[in-house]
């Protein structure tokens, strides 16, 4: 079983920054592609970021290209999300996933482990 933790959520204002990790527990970390998730109140869950498992290939929504940038230390079994210029429209809740194959999926359903999430707010 797969577990994945998020941290570093939390309460920001417009224009600032935060950097999200992910941990996840398991020997096959560098076996998979990652991502990051991200479901606002009343909206879909949508993707973020992923990242290939060598951490060689990234891909972004376009809603956040150019502002966040996600990486991963394999040695540390940690993905991150750093994420600058922040929007009101970037409040929601971050997930991080494990993808199901060494593929970087842009859709939910290419990822088969979730963490619990971690709440971003930015006030305007």
Known sequence: QVQLVESGGGLVQAGGSLRLSCVASGRTF??????WFRQAPGKEREFV???S??????YYADS???RFTISR???KNTVYLQMNSLKADDTAVYYC????????GTVASSYDYWGQGTQVTVSS
């Open 30 to 35: 560098s076996n998979y592609a990652m991502g």
């Open 49 to 51: 970021a992923g990242i």
């Open 53 to 58: 498992r060598g951490g060689t290939t990234t």
């Open 64 to 66: 956040v290209k150019g």
């Open 73 to 75: 230390d394999n040695g």
């Open 97 to 104: 996933a494990r993808g199901s194959s060494i593929v970087v």
